[in-house]
């Protein structure tokens, strides 16, 4: 500390501790981002994930719920990343996709119900809310369709690229803008306690879907 006492020691000081501060922080994005592959990949451990680089977000590793909704995005690009390994009519492929399909939902529904809903009540965000929103429809449809199609024609790839580029689309939309605008109308403390909605929202759209299979197993 006491060569920090002149000025130019005192600068260096500084830098040392901005250098510090930003690999602290690559460390955590790093770890998170870890994470939400290492998720995915218990769906499928032997399947390689290429989910190459990620747009950059200030939001990856935090503890309110914008760090949250990205650790499911990048379990989310993990597991498109997977599906583009898989071939045909395979097993795996499906257990991919249903994955993918059971998360997407969980996700946007929650979203939805924790942070969309709290945003679209100020008229300043209003606009961001009711984009994301109807963009959920639109993957929405776009699960259901290919849902609806046989994994094993040329056309499933084709029509999943597509899916895959509106996905991406809507996550990094979120993170890059949506969610920088949502910050500014929210509290430390909403934040926190909207992760925790979040995350109960989820949970319990998961159990729901999970109980309407028991009833008719056939539609799944
Ligand atoms: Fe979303
Ligand atoms: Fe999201």
Redo the contacts with the bound molecule.
Sequence with gaps: MELCVRSRALRRCSIQTVTMAKAKSSRKETAAKAEGISKAKRVAPALAVNIGSTPATRFRGNPDIFGQ?VL??DRHRALIAMIEETHGDSAVRKKLFTELTREVKA?AAA?EQALWSSVLRDPKTTEDARHAVAEHKQIDDFLADLAARDMASSGWLRRFAKLKEKYLHH?RE?EQEQFVAAERHLTPTDLKHLRSVFLHRKRDEKAHVEFKKKLKPSLY
Aim: glycine share 0%; aromatic share 0%; charged share 45%.
């Design positions: 909704l499911d995005h996700h979203e996550i979120e």
